[in-house]
């Protein structure tokens, strides 16, 4: 759960150091106010406050506030397009929004490590059981995925490293099929041993 | 006839969650600029391969943990960042894609139908056409505050990659099938 799946940075920020609940509630928040109200200068105080807490946390400014290339294109692109039909403030909020989602959902990411992430997930599926939905196997579900997310980025480079050894490595959907067969073989194994443990079965008899 | 247990669904479920999750890490350098990844392939797959109802709920599982904050979504992105994104309608529609070509998957197979690898196709294309491609417009329509017609100059550049997913989609799904028959196979009702 480290490296590639993980946009945590370690750090002692205040953030850092915030249950993580509470980073939840602060991105749900500077999500939808921004999306719901559609006033540019909420949007652009929400931009702003997010960019603020973002640089607070300590974790490198080119890690809190780097974005791909194509997010400000786009971002410049929407504002641009519709200062050019006559709705600057419509261009504002569209714009700030999206780059202040982004920032909102980084304040999480990057001061709290993947596994928290997980249990916090597992956690809020608890209260699903008055629904009639079993919070156990959601649970169950998540921590599986969690834990399978190296296995199955590790079959794509053994299949792709066997693929190169025979000079194919160049076919992508070659790569796959193979990747397929193994995270259905895996998950079968993984099945029967849940099973043997008395995990996973539904509980309605 | 086999029925899989709870335990096996859920497993499967977990683990092609994490199959799609793979998928969209991998990116392809295309000829004409825009760079794909094999996000959409793994949407396709999962219905294909796994069935309706398992593949919608995998699907969803891989959309919570993206929401979560886990960097699952193509571009190492996650949280819910997404949501107010461009690429809004396509992730929201991945889950019912899933479903849709599953389903057609599944009733194909059972009706019996000869030349299966066609048959996959025209149900990976309705998940990639008529469901993703279209909820992926109508986003775009909303968080861009746009007409259709732009919205549908946006999508375009990508049908190109999405028609070459389809195909391997299909492929790949009969090879698989192939392999695991229980899967996917023409089941008769419950004996009991």
Redesign the interface.
Known sequence: MNG????YAPGDSVFHRLPVGWKYLI??AA?FV??LLRNPWVSLGVLAAVTLALTACGVGLRHALGL?P??WL?AGF?LA??IAVG?WA?GVV?AC??V???????I??AT?P?PV??D??VA?ARPLRFVGADPE?IG???M???R??P???D??GQVRDAARARGRERN??AL??P???R??G???A???A??ARG????RSR | MKKTSGAIDLALIAVFAAFVAACAMISIPMPFGVPITLQTLGVLLTGLVLGPWRGFLSVVLYLLVGFAGLPVFAGGTGGLGVLSGMSVGYLLAFPFASLAAGALAIWFVRAGFKVRYAWLTVAAAVGSFAVIDLAGIFGMMVVGQTDFVTAFGYNLPFVLGDAVKVFAASAIAVAVNKAFPVLLAARKPAAA
């Open positions: 590639l799946f993980s946009l991105m749900f999500t921004g999306l791909p194509a997010v786009t929407l397009y519709q709705a419509t569209v929004n999206l202040g989602a982004l920032y909102a959902s980084r999480l990411t709290t993947g992430l997980v916090a997930l809020a196997r169950l579900a998540v599986l995925m969690a399978s997310l296995m199955m980025w079959a794509f992508y959907f796959v099929a990747v397929v067969v995270a259905v895996y998950a079968q993984t099945g029967e849940l099973m995990l996973g079965e539904r």
